[in-house]
């Protein structure tokens, strides 16, 4: 009776040690079992598969190899025979002809020995091996999976964690009371337990109200640029309905300025739509290898034949390709020409080059002889609606969007910009793409 009690008492304290065992920890013991008994059977086979591959190759060996140094030749249609008279150190090798006739026979006990003894200490090396495996792996594995485990543990205790479902209704009240205007302010529940999810929100909040803060001053810098241009149109219009009607000069002057300021205003919304189209991720770019030289060599001849204020020169490299969209390429080379020409003096050279950057990438640089740029302005050039001072009143007719869609270009490529720029003494722009392969 004793004995029974002790028995019962033993289980029990086996059963009560695995109840308190965390689940995972046993679930991942048993997944670690299963993986190792999948590794122990992979290398069996490996080992099963490698010593008929040895052999195989052992045995192709010796029987071309003796055809080779007894006959000179080897023949598939000679017939073999190995022989035994006592045991292996008697073994004979026989080689007979079609019409039996001996070739040559010679004793291979002595080999035969020797590549037993070989197969032995292989076959001893991999039984202790895979025996290894059988008792060693399974810690193994474990070891491996010890940083799931971990997470499962933690998952689990905070699964089972007690959470009072009032600081749920604070977090959403704080989440429907915040106002865009005061988005900056954050969430501040002041709870050790809400403090993770407090900083995640917090950090989410901080970037719409990034995104916010820059739509809301693309759309009112938009607003202003076309204020503009439909005030020039209202006034000329209100000109011409007073005066234009009799007098020719007024007339050809407003119809004029309305076709300029309606021109810029169609610029100014076609440039407004391709940024929306990007900023939404709806602007498709057909993506193929082409050669930079080539694509910049038509800018460069149609340069010449649209300005003929300005003198142009064309350097190109060697072989350099450029993976990218042969039409966007184009559109952000003519607008970083375009600007070059704005600001550059009449009869003024403007560079346009091909080459092999520093780190061996493929770019193209516009280089101008015009008014330059201050560090100021070279840190805000391709920001929208952004124009420097010194340009701000001049009759160039920019809409400070062409930079900004440039940029986008050269962004959706992979590239970046290298700009150098001095006040009086001119600036160039050079574009950087991957390198291709």
């Excluded at 964690?161 to 749920?168: G, I, L, N, R, S």
């Amino acid at each position: 009776m004793k004995t029974d009690n002790k028995k019962e008492k033993k289980t029990e304290k086996k059963l009560i040690e695995i109840k308190s065992r965390p689940f995972d920890t046993v679930r991942v013991t048993s997944i670690a079992r299963k993986i190792n008994l999948n590794n122990l059977a992979r290398v069996f086979f490996a080992y099963a598969g490698m010593d008929i591959v040895v052999f195989v190759l052992l045995a192709a060996i010796f029987v071309v190899g003796m055809d080779l140094q007894m006959e000179g030749t080897f023949a598939f249609s000679r017939i073999r025979k190995i022989s035994f008279q006592t045991d292996l150190w008697s073994a004979v090798y026989t080689v007979l002809d079609s019409s039996d006739q001996i070739l040559y026979h010679v004793p291979i006990g002595v080999w035969f020995s020797l590549f037993r003894c070989g197969g032995v200490v292989l076959l001893a090396f991999q039984i202790i091996d895979l025996v290894s495996l059988a008792f060693s792996g399974t810690a193994q594995v474990r070891r491996q999976l010890r940083p799931l485990n971990q997470i499962a543990a933690r998952a689990q205790q905070l699964s089972e964690m007690a959470f009072d479902e009032t600081k749920y209704h604070n977090l959403e009240d704080a989440i429907s009371n915040l106002k865009v205007d005061a988005m900056e302010n954050g969430i501040h529940m002041h709870d050790k337990d809400l403090q993770g999810i407090e900083t995640a929100l917090n950090g989410l909040l901080e970037r719409i109200r990034a995104s916010y803060k820059q739509q809301s001053q693309f759309v009112s810098d938009a607003s202003h640029e076309l204020r503009t241009p439909i005030a020039v149109i209202q006034g000329y219009v209100n000109m011409l309905d007073r005066w234009g009607k009799e007098d020719t000069a007024i007339l050809e002057e407003s119809i004029e300025a309305i076709k300029n300021e309606a021109n810029h205003m169609q610029k100014l919304v076609e440039q407004l739509l391709f940024l929306a189209r990007g900023d939404s991720n709806r602007q498709n770019l057909d993506m193929q290898l082409h050669e930079l030289n080539s694509i910049m060599r038509e800018v460069y001849e149609e340069s010449l034949m649209i300005d003929e204020n300005h003198s142009y020169r064309f350097e190109e490299s060697g072989n350099v390709r450029v993976y990218g969209d042969c039409d966007m390429l184009k559109q952000s080379a003519r607008i970083l020409i375009d600007n070059a020409a704005k600001y550059t003096r009449q009869g003024e050279e403007i560079l346009i080059r091909v080459g092999v950057w520093k780190d061996g990438s493929a770019f193209y640089g516009i280089q101008d002889n015009g008014i330059g740029m201050s560090e100021q302005d070279v840190a805000h050039a391709f920001d929208r609606f952004y124009r420097a001072d010194t340009v701000r009143n001049s009759k160039t007719g920019g809409t400070g969007l062409g930079l900004s869609i440039a940029k986008w270009i050269v962004d959706k490529h992979q590239g970046y910009y290298d700009i150098v720029s001095r006040e009086g003494l001119g600036t160039r722009f050079s574009v950087v793409f991957p390198r291709c392969g």
